[in-house]
């Protein structure tokens, strides 16, 4: 068994070809043959496969080439052999170093910054993928990864270096960690790290190339000719002559730098020698020549070869030529380049270049003669003349060739052009007042090809501007200037264009001729000085449009009645006009006048004289009511000829029949007046007069109203509820007052409601009724009714509600859901229903039910009362009988409505009698309908619900189908059934029975009948017809068809005949025919016939279409022949071919003559090839009625002729308009006026204009303009357009053009107007900045157009923040500055500046204001805030602050902060921000209370207040002082004692911590007070104690708050012994001696105890209140105060005690407690300073200490703050 396999790699083919190994039984030469077989087929399968890959190869520029060959090698295992073949193709690149292709597969290499020398080619190697070019990270770069890209590449080797330095790539860096293996080709199936890579230029990967040839040629008699030799892997072998070829020897030769091949051999050795060597590296070279090298050429791998030694390829080339590139440098240098292909430089010695050249119009032959070794040589051709041709071509010298040379093909070359010399004449000369004709000669020289000549002109008259720059053709020699400003002085200039440049100027200056004014005087005013009398006043024209010398001016003027008036003024510009009509307006315009004739009125201006009262009443007065309350009266001012001035005020008399006139003045323009306090339905009357200045006209005729329908309002009267039954009541009243009406008439309103529920329902009556039967109520409920009159405006009030009962009714609904079942086995009926809804049983309980039915015919009729149940049987009936059944309800009143009827049948039995009458018709030739009638049904028989219908094929009854027909809905009435049988066969007779069918089952059957079904169409085709021909006619025969082919009757048959796939004609012919003749056709003509066989049912398939040719003829004549203009010469013809060709159309006949000029003999004659149907008429005269004549021609002959009227296009307008002038309107638009231009430069009949205007400011505008749009514009010969939405006070300047339908003409002279002033716009980029704390800087841009003369800025500006700050200002800033600074201003103060323009319009005329915001920079405040302090208690001190006024924040205030400390330790400071809450505007709303808390009792504190703004902190407030309120001491401090038999001595401390004036102490015995001391005694003896008994003593220290906490002491007394009892720990000691021991003891003890006590003051002395001792690293003792280290002992310390006892006192020095008498004078002395009445008391002298300390402790009731002479503040108590 053989197989084949192929499986795909990224570049290649595998194809395995399989076969099994020979058993042992089998031959070797078996299995030898069939292992060459194999082989064979392998070879074979590799070369479709090659084919195949061969043409799916990409396409390559030069620098890329696919190389596809395949290596053919037998494998064989031990139990297969196979074949391995393998197909390669890749994409290879070999001179990307030079050559970029555009299309590249991913993995292309390239050189980039490339070098070479003799033996290698350097560069950085770069690849190409995903679009685009990338450099290699030299991360693991090797010499075999050089080698894969120099290889790639073309070369034969490679060197490699770890870093290319000669330059850094850019962009991309694609790959790294690149690893190539040694037999890789391609640098993209190399290992590598993918596709980009992290490394920086700085590490891209060089590279060097072996540039030693691959290819060379020896064994000839010079370098063209020998044996081929190829370099491969560091060896030279031979290239094989296998398909050795022309092309292969033209890509050697090119490889080599040699010339063509002119021949090439195999088995070169008979030419070239022998070489015996049996090595090759090429071999089945098949190159197409677009390959670089012959490696590069389809071709076996390397070394893959199957050449004998004598296989060898040779060839001979011809001579080389250099490349030459010829590069043109200047008007007189040429650049030649030989360049010759560096490899020719590795087995040739190049010694020279020959270069040639022939200057254009001689036949010197010029040679240069260079010597050179390179490659490359380049040769400068100097000295040569401007815009000449050059024929080049240059040769080679090769030292190995001797003379022998060739010479590159010729090329020419032709320098560039020189500017051209100056003209040899130039003249101008004016022609008219706006045109000059300039005259010149040619340039000389030339130097090149004159593209034009530019005329320039430019007015050199003063306050004129007038330039342009204009082009003439090259054969031009003069030309009209056109447009021109009248009497102006133009500079013109003209000079030569080519290439290079333009020629010098040739120049001369001319005027033009005087003209009328083009403008009309400028500022043209008119003021009233009398009421008879107008004053005139106007500039002359703006200089542009004087056009000469102003002679005389003309004053036009005119009244509103059109009445004109005019005057001429010889001299000035002002003129009174008199004799006016009073209070008239007058307008006037103005123009001027020189010696050729008057120019534009002015823009025409107005003016009024004075006022008079109103000669007539108001216009228009109408009275109309608005409502049933209101009058509105209007009217419209006296008619202008009677009004007289100006209305100010109008006078009203109104009122009605009933009152007297009522009169009011209204004043102001308003003409309308709201009558007030008016009644409904009532008629007023009005009339009106209007005043002046100058009094009251008269009053118009009285006008009359009526007011206005309103509601009534009463209701009706006398309303009662009459006849209550069960579902009704009756309403009756009487109308309402006819004073309540308010209106002509009223009606009803009545509405109703279940009492005291939602209104259910209401009604309108009419006017006349007086009664209302209100229906559908329910039975015996309670109803309230209302009414309320009604009129054309709507609903009066309503009346009160009246009440009643409807009376008791039985119940309105039936029995629901009745349901009634057959009794299959009897005839019995069961019917059963539910009771109706209780709502309706109208209040009262069924009584029953009453069940009514009714049978079919003579079933008869009867009823059933049923009480106590909701079901009921009804027996008896009759069999197969139908009954109608029906329920009611009944209740105490009567019986209800029955329900709806039920119908239902009794029992029965299946049909017993067939149908009959059965008849069946045919409906076409697949369908059958059949017809019959039903059983008749006897009387209680069941219907019949369907049929069933059997039919089968008359000759096959075995085979039965059946369908079953149900009955229509509703069933037919002649009880006449029938049904469509479909899905039979056409023409067959078929055997039809029918069947009854009931519910209970089917019938017998009907009688049968037999149909047949019609004919079908045909489904067999005539056979293929035979046909003959003439020009016109086809004839054909064919065999009929047989009635069983037919599917019925042949009745004819159809003949189809077409061309080209298109229909052209049919035949019918009839049933018995077999041949037709068909006529009508076209000759020359290939028709394709088919024929059809035809029944009664159509046309059945036609046979195969057969092909044959009418007979060629004369053509008819073409078809929609066309003529469209195409230019003023031209005229297109299209045509299509004629509609019968009658054979190829050879040629089409065109002529053609000129019709609608007589004198012009224009005509021609064409021949136009056959295959065309366009053809373009030129030469032709323009604006010419043309007629053309055109005709087919076939080889029979030539056709008719058609002809067609076109006339040529016509040139543009050739002059612009004439007669333009322009009048200035108002501040926005300009009148344009203009005449068409002469009749003879329209050309054509014009289509409209086209009108073009711009100003400096402004760009430019284009409006198109219709002759139709403009009819109604036209006065006379005179268009007249306004053209406005223009700007004010701007210069404009206005030009036009006459179109027609050729296009565009000329451009009439630019005409200038000025607009006139109007109201300026507001400063552009406002903007107000802060400059300093007292000043803002205002900026601003002036508007490009102020709309007139800037007379000055206005600058207003006004304080808004804070709100009590009111500064404001107004200045006039002079027009030339846009900047101002509004000085001496407030800080941090927010303003709101204002800016306008004023221009000179009017005395009013101000721009819209400009509103800009801005605050002055901040300053520190200048003044701190406004706070109290307060003590409330011994810890607590309150703090209430408010901010200063405005004038003192000097910007936004932004945060307090209250500082305070104690007075005597002033470096603890506490600082509390307060933030400034949003929006504050006024010092209130920045003001609260605050508590300083946890502070220490009795203590002098002092407390400060700072503000904060934008700016930064300000200055801080005068310190207030405050002392805390006392509180009760600390606890003593070493209470001890000793006894002295039944004494108790007890000494103690004074507390650390006094919190206020410490007063004194208590003694306690045993919890009793004992005894109190003043502040200065320590020490308490108890004497004449209990012996041997143990006492708690305990003192408290007090100020005038209270007392401390106890220490207590517990002490025994004794006779020898003391017990002491320590404080700590409450334990008694005892001890007992007797006699002088006891004493030593005693002695002892006290000794310990006056020591214990020293030792308590030496540590109080550390501890004390306002010490502040530390120690440091050395344990050395500090001051917190004084910062310096003191002695520690014992001594030292009392020292400083001391030193700090001396400064508490001095501070308190007022408030000694040494001197009780001066501290209450000095609290007397703070009274009489009265800084806080409130706080001060009275003190009397003391007469004892005990009063003054009581005295002390009533200060503590009542604060008070005091300042004392030196201004220091103090608090007390």
């Not at 016109?1032 to 082919?1045: A, G, R, Y």
């Not at 064409?1166 to 030469?1179: D, F, I, K, R």
């Not at 002038?1221 to 289509?1247: C, F, Y």
């Not at 209140?1665 to 050395?1676: I, V």
Request: glycine share 6%; hydrophobic share 35%; net charge negative.
């Amino acid at each position: 068994m053989h197989s084949v396999r192929i499986r795909g790699c990224f570049d290649c083919i595998y194809i395995f070809f399989f076969e099994p190994r020979p058993t042992s039984g089998s031959a070797e030469s078996e299995y030898l043959g069939e292992s060459i077989m194999g082989f064979y087929t392998l070879l074979l399968v590799s070369a479709v496969l090659l084919l195949g890959v061969t043409n799916a190869q990409e396409n390559c520029q030069s620098c890329t080439k696919t190389s596809s060959y395949y290596v053919a090698v037998s494998y064989s295992s031990w139990w297969y052999r196979y074949y391995y073949a393998q197909l390669r193709y890749r994409t290879e690149t070999y001179c990307c170093y030079s050559t970029s292709p555009t299309t590249l597969r991913s993995g292309a290499a390239r050189i980039a910054n490339e070098g070479k020398n003799n033996y290698y080619v350097y560069g950085r190697p770069e690849v190409y993928y995903s679009g685009e070019w990338g450099t290699i990270c030299n991360y693991w770069w090797s010499s075999y990864d050089a080698r894969t890209i120099c290889t790639q590449m073309g070369f034969a080797g490679a060197y490699y270096s770890c870093c290319y330095t000669d330059g850094r790539g850019t962009g991309r860096i694609w790959l790294d960690y690149l690893n190539c293996y040694s037999n890789t080709e391609w640098v993209s199936e190399c290992y590598h790290n993918g596709w980009g890579s992290s490394c920086s230029h700085s590490q891209d990967a060089g590279i060097r190339c072996n540039n030693e040839p691959r290819l060379r040629i020896t064994g000839g008699s010079n370098i063209l000719s020998g044996k081929l030799y190829y370099y491969y892997s560091g060896s030279w072998r031979k290239v094989c002559d296998d398909y050795w070829s022309l092309n292969d020897a033209t890509v050697a030769c090119r490889q080599l730098g040699l010339g063509s091949p002119s021949n090439y051999y195999t088995s070169a050795y008979r030419y070239f020698g022998y070489d015996y060597s049996y090595s090759y590296w090429l071999d089945n070279l098949q190159c197409t020549t677009d390959e670089l090298f012959l490696h590069g050429c389809p071709r076996n791998d390397w070394g893959v070869e199957d050449c004998s030694w004598y296989e060898q390829a040779g060839m001979t080339c011809t001579m080389p030529v250099p490349q030459v590139t010829i590069t043109v440098l200047s008007s007189r240098s040429i650049r030649v380049k030989c360049e010759m292909m560096s490899a020719l430089q590795y087995y040739a010695t190049i010694t020279g270049y020959d270069i040639e050249y022939i200057e254009e119009g001689s036949t010197l032959r010029h040679t240069f003669i260079g010597s050179s070794s390179a490659a490359s040589f380049t040769w400068d051709i100097l000295d040569r003349k401007p815009y000449t041709l050059y024929y080049i071509k240059a040769s080679v010298k090769i030292s190995e060739l001797g003379e022998q040379r060739a010479f590159s093909s010729q090329q020419t070359v032709r320098t560039m052009e020189e500017i051209p010399g100056p003209l040899t004449s130039m003249t101008a000369t004016a022609t008219s007042a706006s045109t000059i004709l300039v005259t010149w000669g040619n340039a000389d020289p030339i130097n090149g090809v004159i593209r034009n000549f530019i005329i320039t002109y430019e007015s050199v008259t003063p306050n004129i501007i007038h330039s342009g720059t204009l082009y003439a053709a090259a054969s031009s020699r003069s030309y009209t200037i056109s447009n021109l400003q009248e009497y102006c002085n133009y500079h013109i200039t003209v000079k030569a264009r080519n290439g290079a440049g333009d020629s010098a100027e040739s120049a001369e200056n001319t005027r033009t001729n005087q003209a009328a004014p083009s403008g009309p005087p400028l500022n043209v005013m008119a003021t009233e000085t009398g009421p008879d009398r107008i004053t005139v006043h106007w500039d002359e024209p703006e200089l542009i449009h004087q056009n000469g010398e102003i002679t005389q001016y003309y004053l036009s003027y005119r009244n509103s009645a059109g009445t004109t008036w005019s005057a001429t003024i010889n001299t000035g510009f002002t003129y009174h006009v008199e004799d006016l009509t009073p209070y008239t307006l007058y307008f006037f315009k103005v123009a001027a006048l020189t010696a050729v004739g008057m120019g534009p009125y002015s823009t025409e201006i107005q003016e009024r004289t004075g006022e008079d009262a109103p000669c007539s009443p108001p216009s228009n007065p109408t009275l109309m009511a608005t409502s049933s309350n209101s009058l509105s009266f209007v009217w419209s001012e006296p008619p202008d000829n009677c009004r007289n001035g100006i209305i100010i005020q109008y006078t009203i008399r109104y009122g009605d029949d009933t009152n007297s006139p009522t009169e009011t003045t209204i004043t102001g323009d308003f003409t309308f007046f709201n009558i007030p306090n008016v009644r409904p339905y009532t008629v007023y009357y009005a009339r009106v007069a209007a005043h002046t200045s100058a009094g009251m006209g008269p009053f118009s005729e009285w006008q009359n109203d009526r007011t206005l329908v309103a509601p009534p309002s009463a209701p009706p009267t006398e309303i009662k509820l009459v006849d209550e039954m069960c579902d009704s009541i009756t309403v009756t009243w009487e109308p309402p007052p006819m004073e309540n009406w308010n209106g002509p008439s009223v009606s009803y309103i009545i509405s109703w409601k279940v009492a005291g529920g939602i209104p259910l329902g209401s009604v309108s009556v009419q006017s006349s009724d007086r009664s209302y039967t209100i229906p559908y109520l329910r039975p015996y409920r309670d109803y309230s009714v209302r009414m309320a009159s009604e009129n054309s405006a709507g609903i009066g009030i309503y009346s009160n509600e009246q009440t009643t009962k409807t009376a008791p009714c039985p119940p309105d609904a039936a029995p629901m859901s009745i349901s009634v079942t057959v009794d299959p086995d009897a005839p019995n009926l069961y019917v059963s229903w539910q009771a109706p809804p209780m709502d309706n049983w109208n209040d009262f309980d069924l009584t029953g039910y009453t069940v009514f039915y009714i049978g079919d015919g003579a079933a008869g009729n009867g009823s059933m009362e049923v009480q106590g149940a909701t079901q009921v049987t009804l027996g008896a009936l009759h069999e197969r009988t139908a009954y109608t059944i029906q329920v009611a309800a009944v209740n105490a009143e009567g019986r209800g409505p029955y329900s709806r009827p039920v119908v239902e049948v009794t029992s029965g039995q299946p049909p017993d009698t067939a149908p009959y009458d059965l008849n069946g018709w045919l409906l076409s030739s697949t369908a059958l309908y059949v017809e019959w009638t039903g059983p008749v049904m006897m009387m209680g028989e069941l219907p019949i619900t369907s049929f069933q219908i059997e039919y089968s094929l008359a000759t096959d009854l075995l085979n039965v189908f059946t369908m079953n027909v149900p009955i229509s809905n509703p069933p037919p009435t002649n009880n006449r059934h029938s049904v469509e049988i479909t899905g039979l066969a056409p023409w067959t007779k078929y055997l039809i029975k029918c069947y009854a069918i009931n519910s209970e089952g089917t019938g017998p059957a009907s009688n049968p009948i037999s149909v047949q079904t019609a004919s079908a169409l045909p489904n067999v085709a005539p056979n293929t017809p035979t046909l003959s021909a003439t020009h016109d006619h086809i004839f054909v025969t064919w065999q009929q068809l047989n009635e069983e082919e037919a599917r019925g009757v042949v009745i004819g048959y159809d003949i189809e005949i077409t061309t080209n796939g298109v229909f052209a004609k049919s035949d019918h012919p009839g049933a018995h025919s077999s041949t037709a003749s068909i006529g009508g056709l076209l000759a020359a003509t290939e028709y394709d016939i088919t024929i059809a066989g035809v029944n009664v049912n159509g046309t059945g398939p036609f046979s195969a279409s057969t092909s044959i040719s009418t007979k060629s003829y004369i053509p008819t004549v073409p078809t929609q022949f066309r003529a469209n203009s195409d230019t003023p010469t031209s005229i297109i013809l299209t045509w299509g071919p004629p509609s019968m060709p009658n054979g190829p159309i050879i040629n089409y006949y065109i002529r053609y003559n000129a019709t609608s000029h007589v004198e012009i003999p224009d005509s021609g004659n064409l021949q136009v090839p056959g295959n065309m149907e366009q053809w373009t008429v030129s030469g032709l005269e323009e604006h010419v009625l043309y007629e053309f004549y055109i005709s087919a021609a076939t080889s029979a002959g030539v056709g008719d002729e058609v002809f067609i009227f076109e006339t040529t296009l016509e040139f543009k307008p050739s002059h612009p308009p004439v007669n333009v002038m322009l009048e200035t309107k108002g501040a926005r638009s300009v009148t344009l006026k203009w005449q068409d231009p002469p009749v003879i430069h329209h050309n054509s009949p014009l289509t409209g204009f086209q009108i073009s205007y711009y100003s400096v400011e402004e760009g430019p505008v284009t409006l198109e303009m219709t002759v139709e749009e403009l009819d109604d514009y036209k006065t006379g010969d005179t268009y007249t357009v306004v053209i406005g939405n223009l700007s004010p006070f701007i210069m404009y300047f206005f030009k036009l053009a006459a179109e027609n339908d050729a296009g565009l003409g000329p451009y009439s002279l630019e005409k200038v107007a000025t607009t006139k002033r109007a109201r300026p716009p507001p400063p552009e980029n406002f903007v107000v900045v802060s400059d300093s704390s007292s000043s803002l800087k205002l900026t601003w841009t002036k508007p490009d157009n102020v709309h007139g003369i800037l007379q000055y800025y206005a600058i207003q500006y006004q304080s808004t923040y804070p709100d009590d700050i009111d500064e404001s200002g107004t200045f006039k800033v002079p027009s030339t500055m846009t900047s101002y600074s509004l000085d001496n201003l407030h800080p941090g103060v927010m303003y709101n500046v204002d800016m306008w323009i004023v221009n000179d319009y009017s005395a009013d005329s101000t721009s819209d204001m400009l509103q800009s915001a801005e605050s002055t920079w901040s300053e520190l405040p200048s003044y701190p805030p406004y706070f109290e302090v307060l003590p409330i208690t011994a810890t607590d001190i309150k703090v209430t602050y408010r901010l200063p006024n405005t004038t003192y924040w000097n910007g936004v205030p932004k945060q307090l902060v209250i500082v305070w400390s104690e007075v005597y330790d002033n470096e603890t400071v506490v600082e509390q921000y307060i933030d400034s809450p949003d929006d504050v505007r006024s010092p209130e709303d920045f003001a609260d209370t605050i508590y300083l808390n946890e502070l220490r009792p009795y203590t002098d504190y002092v407390v400060g207040i700072i503000m904060s703004n934008d700016a930064g902190w300000g200055n801080e407030s005068e310190p207030l002082f405050a002392k805390t309120r006392e509180a009760p001491p600390e606890m003593v401090e070493e209470l001890d004692g000793y006894i002295n038999n039944t004494n108790i001595s007890v000494f103690w401390i004074p507390p650390l911590v006094f919190n206020g004036e410490l007063i004194g102490y208590v003694i306690y015995l045993n919890d009793e007070e004992h005894e109190r001391l003043l502040f200065g005694e320590y020490t308490y003896v108890f004497a004449d104690l209990e012996p041997r008994t143990v006492y708690l003593v305990s003192v408290t220290a007090f100020t005038g708050a209270g007392e401390g906490p106890k220490a207590d002491l517990k002490i025994q007394t004794g006779d020898l012994v003391s017990v002491v009892e320590a404080n700590t720990n409450n334990t008694v000691l005892y001890a007992s001696v007797g006699g002088v021991a006891g004493i030593v003891i005693a002695a002892v003890l006290v000794v310990i105890l006056l020591a214990a006590v020293a030792y308590a003051r030496y540590e109080r002395a550390k501890r004390m209140k306002h010490s502040r001792l530390y120690a440091d690293d050395d344990n050395e003792i500090y001051d917190e105060y004084e910062d310096e280290a003191f002695d520690s002992t014992k001594e030292g310390f009392q020292v400083h005690e001391n030193q700090l006892s001396k400064e508490v006192e001095a501070r308190q020095s007022w408030k000694g407690q040494s001197d009780m008498t001066a501290a209450l004078a000095g609290l007397q002395t703070i009274r009489d300073q009265n800084a806080r009445k409130s706080g001060a008391i009275d003190y009397a002298d003391p007469s004892d200490f005990d009063a003054a300390i009581n005295k002390l402790k009533g200060v503590g009731d009542e604060p008070f703050v005091v300042r004392d002479d030196k201004d220091q503040l103090f608090s007390g108590y």
